[in-house]
């Protein structure tokens, strides 16, 4: 069974930062690709940052520049460094594997930007 467990949500202010962290297990970590999307009441998932098997990063527009995706494959963690935060980045956030064939979703964390 596939496992995949994010956290570090939270609450901060405009401008703030959070790291959020996915573990993950049943998978064979390296030969994945690893993603975090997420999710505001009321609108579609959005795929927010990739990192590659071989750690090739593609992000969003919309956080191109603040957000940092890293792996860490000794640890099976992938992290989410989000600096400048604004309110229109509160959503669920949700770590993906993907190995090619088929992924899992994690549970999801919630983070909340205030104004």
């Known amino acids: 069974q596939v496992q995949l467990v994010e956290s570090g949500g939270g609450l901060v202010q405009t401008g703030g930062s959070l790291r959020l962290s996915c573990a993950a297990s049943g998978i064979i970590f390296r030969f994945n690709a690893m993603g975090w999307h997420r999710q505001a009441p009321g609108k579609q998932r959005e795929l927010v940052a990739v990192?590659?098997?071989?750690?090739?990063?593609n992000y969003a527009d919309s956080v191109k520049g603040r957000f940092t995706i890293s792996r860490d494959n000794a640890k099976n963690t992938v992290y989410l460094q989000m600096n400048s935060l604004k309110p229109e980045d509160t959503a669920v956030y949700y770590c993906?594997?993907?190995?090619?064939?088929?992924?899992?979703w994690g549970q999801g964390t919630q983070v909340t930007v205030s104004s």
């Open positions: 993906r594997n993907w190995d090619g064939t088929r992924g899992s």
């Open positions: 990192i590659t098997s071989g750690g090739s990063t």
